[in-house]
């Protein structure tokens, strides 16, 4: 017990004086703060209480110093609080610009025409040769726009799920286009298609690895999508046995896109990787904390 | 009266098919005496069967349509057919060649054989089409070029070695390069990779206006840089976007960093 007592005295002994710094600074920046006129206010009812009081030398003293640190400390430190907290608040502004941006981005991450218009001259051409496999591309077509279209898509609730069978639709319209040059793979477990993702990022990366992969390669190729649960993340897979990546074409809107959006809705705990294998082609993953 | 021949050139066979029968509802004389997938087998079509109409797919893989129209414009007529590309319709305006929109409309097409017709009954010599040839493959070649406008191309992706495979980092992502001993680092806010190409390989091949060399081993990303301070050695040292490292710039390039 006899060791025990200097080493409760110590903490308390440390605490009170890290109290007393804390109240010391809390009364310098308030010093530093406050009006000159409601200082000498708040002085003058100070030395009445203390006349009452009788504590007559103190106080005056006390009175005394703090004019004396306002005049000579306080400007410095008003203008350090002031810049504490302009800089709290740019970075403050500059997150939301980025939410924003990155908001409008996803919105803008729109339907391409050429697609569109190729689809619906496909339907067109089937509607006089094979009519049923024009209602089944037709059947496609919708489900693709209504998960893909900014005004229809659902805010906030996206599951993987949604997401695979955008991405399902769409490779099925291209086959039906693009025919044998074209073949797919999709496998997602079903335990995962609940878990929220964020929307057309999937697409995004389908899209890129048909447009610069598998369409300008004459003898076409393979996709294929996987998603696995990796350590506290969903890993998602686009990979593509197409032409590769040009390494002096820009990343294009799309990538950098869903770069901007990983940061900020996740921080560093999200990435999306892009691996070139030597068999060639294109090897993309998402990797989106659960 | 001689009948006319066509060929059709576009990657998707159903789209070939949709033209080729609204051909034959809207001009029934005209031959379609072949269909092509891409470019190489159009050629080689037209090598043995030279026709008087090209109906061209614009994006096609391997060559697009525009980079090989130019074979095609001497003796014969080009019709481009595209979904939608707006730097065409622009180039096209022009009157020197026609093209047709996807889906393609009957009464489109219609007017576009009428003008066919019109342009193949003056003959294929008539001061009117060699006139417009040299117009014609001028605005082929602009627009040939206007996807590479660009004259010099630089490095957009750097190749890393991770594990097994080899991981790609877009230059948008990467923040500076430094050089070690062996190796040259590649910093992103996110990691850091190591590649074998040196500095000064990296210099010639990147965009001069992105990355500046401000010091024998660091090569900056310019949009990157937050702040530039002097220490108390009268060096200036480089604050970078996102991350703590300071980069020291060497007296050689403190040029670059001046006030204005």
Known sequence: MDTGKPNQVLPRLLSLIETSKRLWWQFFDWLAVVSWSYLVFVSFICLIIAGILGLGSIVPLLVFSSFLIKSLAGGKRKAEIAADAASVRANMEALERRVLEAEMASLQAQIEPHFLFNTLALIGQLIETEPEQASIVHGHLIKYLRAALPQIREKGNSKLGQQIELCRAYLNIMQARMQERLSFSIDCPKELQHYAFPPMMIQTLVENAIKHGLEPKTEGGHIHIGAHLGESEIVVDVNDNGLGFDLQANEGIGLSNIRERLKVLYGFRAALSIEVPETGGAHLSLHIPV | ?260
């Open chain 2, 1 to 260: 009266m001689k009948k006319f021949t066509a060929l059709i050139v576009d990657d998707e066979a159903h789209l070939r098919q949709h033209l080729r029968h609204r051909l034959l509802q809207v001009w029934p004389e005209l031959e379609v005496i072949g269909e092509a997938a891409n470019a190489s087998t159009a050629q080689q079509l037209y090598l043995e069967h030279p026709v008087d109409i090209v109906f061209l797919d614009i994006r096609m893989p391997g060559q697009s349509g525009i980079e090989i129209a130019t074979h095609f414009i001497e003796k014969s007529i080009v019709v481009f057919v595209t979904a939608y590309d707006s730097y065409a319709i622009e180039a096209f305006e022009k009157g020197a060649v026609d093209y047709l929109l996807k889906p393609i409309e009957k009464d489109r097409l219609s007017h576009c054989c009428k003008r066919l017709q019109e342009r193949l009954s003056l003959g294929s010599n008539s001061s009117l089409v060699s006139n417009h040839l040299n117009d014609i493959k001028n605005c082929l070649v602009q627009l040939g070029s206007s996807q590479e406008i660009s004259s010099k191309k630089y490095l957009r992706w750097i190749q890393a070695g991770v594990g097994n495979g080899i991981r790609l980092i877009s230059t948008s992502e990467i923040l500076y390069f430094r050089s070690d001993e062996k190796y040259t680092s590649v910093r992103t806010e996110q990691s850091e990779y190591l590649i074998r190409k040196t500095l000064k390989e990296l210099e010639d091949e990147l965009d001069p206006h992105e990355f500046w060399r401000v010091h024998r081993s660091a090569l900056v990303k310019v949009g990157a840089i937050s702040s530039v301070l002097r220490d108390e050695k009268g060096k200036q040292v480089l604050s970078i976007r996102g991350i703590q490292e300071k980069i020291e710039v060497s007296r050689n390039h403190t040029h670059l960093f001046q006030q204005m």
